[in-house]
């Protein structure tokens, strides 16, 4: 899955691609922040890239990516999802 950081203005709401911003590979992007990212919204115009995401990092600062979602993102979440619940053994 790729992503890329992106600037994002809530209002009025305004998604771009940030200036000189290289494509990065969303797992790696997501260990980086520990895992602790957010959906934010769709996306429809922005070429592959389907979701806005916000990535926090230790101080708690947030950085936005647009990410290209696909079915391998959604096993993830889920498997993830349940191994916090305890549920995957």
């Known amino acids: 899955m790729k992503s890329i ?26 260990q980086r922040f520990n895992d602790d990212v957010e959906r934010i919204c769709d996306v ?9 995401y916000q990535c926090f990092d230790d101080a708690n600062k947030g950085f936005f990516y ?8 959604f096993r993830i979440k889920r498997k993830h999802f349940l191994d916090n619940i305890g549920s995957r053994q």
Do not use: H
């Open 5 to 30: 950081q992106a600037e994002f203005q809530k209002d009025p709401r305004e998604i771009k691609i940030k200036a000189k911003a290289k494509q990065e590979d969303w797992i790696k992007v997501c």
């Open 66 to 73: 647009l990410v290209e979602e696909d079915k391998a993102l």
């Open 44 to 52: 429809t115009d922005l070429g592959d890239y389907t979701g806005l």
